[in-house]
């Protein structure tokens, strides 16, 4: 069996998720020194915007050993902003670290970062970090996890006396090879540490009959029974271990390590079957041109091994890599349940398989940005070498959403927030010498539908055929957009199923009220047709998005904006002005929350009213206000004439392309016909 954990290190800013990263690595002696966060040094940071900046903003990949395993780690960015880029690494784990601080606990990103990771099922160690830091505390700490996060959290260690070296500091299931009996009086003399060790006896026959069967009888529970029972419960998501400890000063780092190979879930990847692996990164280098970051599912890969993408086109490996933060070493293959880097593919974007395509996998549906703004050279001589610039940049972040209008030569950029602004600006001149102004940034609104409706495409000019008929329906809010095939490959060969689904993702790029993204919807493919000879797969791709296209220009349309959750901390005397602000802004709140001699308050409000709230409400408070505010959800906009009326809010396509017209040939001649 492989010795194989690929985990990714995920945390709100500034909870200590880079130099824990660090940690790991010196103590398994991947390093040799200790970098820091804050004075730019760290191995895993070390792009120029990042040391300036002393956040993570890149997901970066290192590789180390730890009790005869291999631990690839995944360093995420912990900022709202580059949320997207946090995602999208999450699609090489096998499991996770979320680091939350003992100080400022569990924090408004946390709670996203949390959902993140149950929405893809990922199993889940939590470490609570800064213990020894003034102002730390874990019972507060627990009750945040229990009222935001989770109630199945596991505490796997005891502290009950904190000192400079964390004196009474207990790891209850690795610092001995013990057995006890529940019932009993254990073999320690600690009250504090045999309390803790019921407790989570009891927590895990909540879960585990076994356990439970064993604890009522009074029966002695070996440890290895423990540790098979805690593992079982992470692979199922069903418990959550926390550890403690301080990253600062290497405490609880090998408790961490020990975590991740005794009860984290081995690796499932089977290197007889065929090669398969998922793109979850894309980085170009000067040297080499792209590269791919993958996780290779099964198989093996080897260089100058010739693969296919998701377009059954050929792909040949020019090399294979594995990195260690800005380094790396060239290797000859990589095996199924590895993550690296594969040069020389040309034509795999983010999310894209390689080789065969695992059965049940869908296209992820990726945050979206929720803001948009113009990216304007200084110098116009500029223009061309930055649409290059920003093309290359948008295959990175495919978030960015770039949208060129060739008439009015303007660029657009779609973003998450003004930090990834200062960001991108700073990026664009640091990578391609090229001097940018991001203006001020509009709401990213998006379009979804309310009744059914079906879509037919019949394409075939010269030597091409193809034809689609879809039926759309609304989905539920926040599902985005799905896929379903009614058709039997008698009917249709798979490849070309396979090019529809992609198409009808491209097809609901843009809705009927301002062009924008249609989401919360289902796409069922119900018919399609091919010819034997004239049929090439990008037939499928125009027939599929013209099909979906005519289908939403049956449907009624409805707006939809994005929303922040917001939490504002504030003196007494000020909360009536906030709740009048909120209100004006057309937002809500909850009931308010009296915390001393001050009041915090809660709701959603519109982003497009709310955007730059959070500078004017410093301003007045003199900087005393305590505000935090990052995006929820999206939900029917409330002032949907005012932005229809808005010429600003339109959004350009390729009407040559987002149409719902069929071509047909006719005598020799292509005769254009609308469907009805």
Known sequence: MKNIRNIGLVAHVDAGKTTTTEQMMYLSGNIRELGSVDKGSSKMDYNNIEKQRGITVFADQATLNWKNTIINIIDTPGHVDFSAELERALKALDGAILIISAVEGVQSHTETIWQLLRKYNIPTLLFINKLDRVGADLNRVYKEIQENLTGDFLPIHKVYKIEKDFDGFVDLINDKEYSWNSHSDFDIEDKMETEGKIKLIEKLADKDDFILEKYLEGEAIEKQQLVDSIKINIEECRLYPVLVGSSMNGIGISNLLDAVVDILPDNKGNDDKDFSAVIYKVKFDDSIGKLSYVRVLDGTIKVRDTIFNEFGEEEKITQIRKYNGEKYISIEKLISGEIGVLCGIKN?????????????????????????????????????????????????????????????????????????????????????????????????????????????????????????????????????????????????????????????????????????????????????????????????????????????????????????????????????????????????????????????????????????????????????????????????????????????????????????????????????????
């Open 348 to 676: 795999g974007k983010i999310g894209d398989y390689l080789g065969v395509k695992k059965g049940g996998e869908e296209k992820e549906k990726f945050i979206t940005s929720i803001l948009i703004s113009r990216v304007v050279p200084k110098n116009e001589e500029d223009l061309s070498n930055l649409l290059k610039a920003v093309e290359i940049l948008n295959e990175e972040d495919p978030s960015l959403q770039m949208q060129w209008d060739s008439d009015k030569k303007q660029l657009s950029i779609n973003i998450m927030g003004f930090v990834q602004m200062e960001v991108l600006k700073q990026l664009i001149k640091d990578r391609f010498n090229i001097e940018v102004e991001l203006e001020k940034p509009k709401v990213n609104y998006v379009e979804t539908i309310i009744e059914k409706s079906t879509g037919f495409c019949h394409f075939e000019p010269k030597k091409h055929y193809a034809e689609v008929e879809v039926e759309i329906e609304p989905n539920e809010r926040g599902k985005g957009a799905e896929f379903i095939s009614e058709l039997s490959v008698d009917i249709l060969p798979l490849q070309y199923q396979h090019t529809i689904e992609k198409a009808v993702y491209e097809g609901v790029k843009h809705g009927k009220l301002v062009g924008s993204n249609v989401t919360d919807i289902k796409i069922k493919l119900i018919a399609g047709k091919h010819h034997l000879e004239h049929t090439h797969g990008g037939d499928f791709r125009i027939a599929a998005i013209r099909a979906v296209q005519q289908a939403l220009s049956k449907n009624k349309s409805i707006l939809l904006e994005p929303l922040y959750r917001y939490k504002i901390t504030v003196d007494k005397e000020l909360a009536g002005k906030v709740m009048s602000d909120i209100l004006r802004m057309s937002g809500n709140f909850e009931e308010p929350l009296i915390l001393g001699d001050k009041i915090c308050i809660s709701g959603e409000v519109p982003i497009s009213t709310a955007m730059y709230y959070q500078t004017e409400l410093a301003s007045a408070t003199s900087g005393k206000a305590v505000v935090s505010m990052q995006f929820s959800r999206y939900d029917t906009c409330h002032n949907e004439e005012e932005v229809l009326a808005n010429s600003e809010n339109i959004v350009d396509k390729d009407d040559s392309l987002y149409n719902g017209v069929s071509l047909f040939r006719e005598k020799k001649k292509m005769k254009k016909v609308v469907e009805d």
